[in-house]
């Protein structure tokens, strides 16, 4: 899942994933969590962390849960990935974006136990 990566890593500097509150569905949780890992299918040494309000995220699915208010208006989602020199690394970032808008069924079109061949 989603691990938290040791300081002493060159890391890209953080993205932020703007998210509508309005527009978060359950699958676009999916949708993220199937990006990733296709992205650490094809870099296994390089961890993606996520941060809400400066908070290390472990679990997206509680982040969910947590946010799945009709007061929540909106929210951004820092990205950190352990190196910018990576042609991948932008390519994550797009993919992740995407991911968080109602065009997400893409993302969980998959067969059970398979990782999505994004990267």
Known sequence: ???AIPVALKSAPP???????GALKFG???AWLNVISSYRMRHPAHAVRILYHGEAVMNLVD???KLDH???QGFELEVFTPDN???????LYRLLVEASTPDYQKFIAKDLYKV???F
């Open 1 to 3: 899942m989603l691990e």
């Open 15 to 21: 993205k932020a994933i703007l998210v509508s509150g």
């Open 28 to 30: 676009n949780v999916e």
């Open 63 to 65: 982040l969910f849960k």
């Open 70 to 72: 009709p007061d929540v």
């Open 85 to 91: 020199e990576r042609k991948d690394v932008p390519k």
């Open 116 to 118: 999505l061949p994004l």
